[in-house]
């Protein structure tokens, strides 16, 4: 307690993207792209739900990496990573080898974060993102 007896205030919760006032102000160009980011991102989730699997975490963060996306239908597991650029052959371009290997050290991270998550089959798929263009998702876009 404060010293005239009233209690501390709450603290904000941190949310990934927004910065606590006082800080200082993020880049316009980056931020609008991290909104890009978020906007795809829903995007390719309706279309897995529309595609009947089940969202099973969003935005999962480690120390190895980020999963975009992790969904599930049936017995499969899929970890999705989503690219959004002016048209589908740059975003396909987009996904580096260095990307992959930190996906999939983050998948690791995930599945031992989530043991009770039944599944036979793990993929590895993307999902691009092109203004005007309906969503491509890519199954087993790539194996490490």
């Known amino acids: 307690m404060a010293k005239d007896d009233t209690p501390p205030l709450p ?15 993020a880049d316009p160009n980056r931020q609008a792209a991290f909104n890009r980011g978020i906007s795809a991102e ?4 309706a279309w897995l739900i529309g595609k009947g699997y089940r969202i099973l975490a969003r935005r999962f963060r480690s120390g190895a990496g980020e999963i975009d996306i ?12 989503v690219k959004a650029r002016a048209s589908l052959d740059e975003a396909a371009e987009s996904v580096t080898p260095r990307q992959r290997g930190r996906i999939a050290a983050a998948a690791e991270i995930w599945l031992a974060q989530n043991p009770h998550v039944a599944f036979k089959d793990l993929r590895f798929d993307a999902i691009l993102i092109a203004p005007g263009k309906l969503p491509q998702h890519i199954q087993g876009a790539f194996e490490t």
């Open 70 to 81: 992790v969904a599930g239908r049936r017995h499969t597991v899929i970890f999705v990573e």
């Open 11 to 25: 603290r904000s919760p941190r949310v990934p993207g927004l910065r606590p006032k006082g800080e200082s102000e």
């Open 42 to 45: 829903s995007l390719a989730a």
